[in-house]
């Protein structure tokens, strides 16, 4: 997709972070946009502020843990733009705790939203997609769909399974040459209030870890702005590409897995103490 202009793009977890600067930058190359977050008044300013752009903007609240709720998203986005030609599956959360004090309530809770969400989004939007003739999927993976880090088993679960459903699709919508492509985005540590909200279980204590700043440390780390993430999602899109990564954080972890695929889990432990 070359112009974004006149295209409509429905976008999840727009109500702040990464969601809200795609819409924006969106907005400000011409393209409508359809807005949805759990939040109802942070997805609205999110609108309010998409539609300084002379834009259509529709704004809506959304559990996208929610499958029939998705789907009436899909259908309510057609019915108001005519038509849909991007989604950008952004909403998500995180959790730490290990492995085995990861109780499963919390663990179905992030799957259902990072995992689950997105199969509901594409699956709900795709007919629609395809009808349009030009259209593109981006569901948003992380560095943490690249390699596994301690504390983080369900999130990366999630991830790694966006990664290969993203992936799986990509290669399928290339065989049916049906107009509809996919991206899968890996972001390494953006400055978004995912890690603010990030809940911490004192199971992690047994790895040396500090529930009360688990969080702050890993924000020590963060470099890429939300602004500078949405751009690069763009950019791949225009590219057309397969996956995109997004700091030099993700570059550096990408590069460490490929070049050391087994060993490298030795070098997160080292680092991962290294952050108390």
Known sequence: MKDFRNKVAAITGAGSGMGRELALEL???????????IHAENVEATAEKARAFGVKVTAAKLDVADRKAVYDWADEVVREHGKVNLVFNSAGVARAATVEGMNYDDFEWLMNINFWGVVYGTKAFLPYLKASGDGHIVNISSVFGLAGI?????????????????????????MMKCGVSATSIHPGGIKTNIAKAARSDASITALGLNPADATSNFEKAFRTTANQAAKVMLRAVER??????????AFAIDGMVRLLPGAYQSLVAFATTRMK
Do not use: W
């Not at 301690?150 to 290339?174: C, H, I, M, W």
């Not at 057309?240 to 954080?249: N, Q, T």
């Open 150 to 174: 301690p504390s983080q088993s369900a999130y990366n679960a999630s991830k790694f399974a966006v990664r290969g459903f993203t992936e799986s699709l990509r290669v399928e919508l290339d």
């Open 240 to 249: 057309d590409s397969r996956r995109a990564m997004i700091g030099a954080d």
């Open 27 to 37: 907005a400000k190359r011409g393209c409508h946009v359809a807005l949805s977050d």
